[in-house]
């Protein structure tokens, strides 16, 4: 087992494992930019360097300070977290030619799964259902106009060096698609330095399900089960949890087998998420996967009982699984991001925590770096705390979070609190009605009144 692990991340998830590490019994180095003097992650961890100024790509996108500070503190190997580096293929390269262990998957899987159009071909080749659409990307706009009259409109084009929603165009006719082609690859070639786009036929209502997917050196791959993650705003998700409503434990067995499938294929080690798109008609496709933990892992971590992120440090020092795959999810969790912004215009909302009241009680989490006077620096993203809830069903959890969140007192700054106490009260929420649309329709201005009888004049 390593003795020292650096976490090259900051917020929440850099505590998360600091805990993790510390029940492992092993030290912990912190990497801070000088913004972050006062947070938690530097405050806990056995030591601290500070890797640079407030900008994130001077300090925690920084592959040679980060380094630099690994080497001269001696740790053996380190996390990545999610956001920054997590998914940067060359990173874990210099990781391990430093002689250190990256706790990931390989260069080759982060950078293979990196390319969306190449995972989508990966998927086909293993029998992973994928949408109608490009076996490749498009040539040109002719072929792009060729596809999509075979597929049908709407259609989705999509960078392949995009991903969780950068770079995309829905097309609704014919007229659009050869200029929107063009568009969108010159938009991706700035973006990204590569212009590649593939197409979809385009679902217009789905939900979003995810499956946690886990592999380990000795070629065992098993899934954790599902996320449903389809309230989300901008790309960003709001609220997460497990199991999703619109799984038997039939389809469930089905899409985590598709996803261990896949896991196969690519030789996959570590943590993954392998994101689906569900239809009205329960058909599942394949859309991406993530190489890295994510933000919303305790939903999973509350239904299964598995600490993903001991498991993580685990498997990469070699130790087997230990699980079996596709256990029964135990209850039902429920995750709400709490964001420093404003819980109707969205504009973030840095600053002091004047008072930080977290509720707490019987199968109450809360996942946070914050505390009272600490002051959210306004330089990276506005999640403060994730506030997780567990218990025996769906409606239970659901009154277990509302009875939270009337407990979680933030002031000094705007939280989006507010706003999850409004969609856990949602009629389309409490039935379980989601599509990647509910926020759309949530925050659609109610419908003006019926104007006032006309007096009849004669
Ligand atoms: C789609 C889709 C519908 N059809 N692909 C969003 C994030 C990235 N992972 C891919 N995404 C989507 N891909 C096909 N073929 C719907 C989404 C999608 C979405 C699209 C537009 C606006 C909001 C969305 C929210 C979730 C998913």
Redesign the pocket.
Known sequence: MFKKILIANRGEIALRIIHACRELGIRTVAVFSTADRDSLHVTYADEEVCIGPPASTASYLNISSIISAAEITGADAIHPGYGFLAENAHFAEVIQECRMTWIGPSPRVIRLMGDKAKARETAMAAGVPV?P?SREPLADGAEAERVAAEVGYPV?L?AAAG???RG?R?VGSPAEIAGQFGTASEEAERAFGDGSIYL?????E?R?IEFQVFGDRHGSIVHLGEREC?I?RR?QKLIEESPSPALTPELRAEMGEAAVELCRAVGYENAGTI?F?LDADRRF?F??MNTRIQVEHPVTEMVTGVDLVKLQIRVAAGEPLGIKSGMKPRGHAIECRINAEHPVTFTPSPGPLKTFHLPGGPGTRVDTHGYEDYVIPPHYDSLVAKLIVHDRTRREAIARMSRALDFFVVEGIETSIPLHRRIVRDPDFLAGKLS?RFMERFLQPPAPPPPPPQKEDG
């Open positions: 949408l659409g989705i999509k991903g969780g929603g995309m829905i979809e036929k385009y679902l217009t789905p979003h389809s989300q790309h994101e798109l496709y859309m991406e990647t």
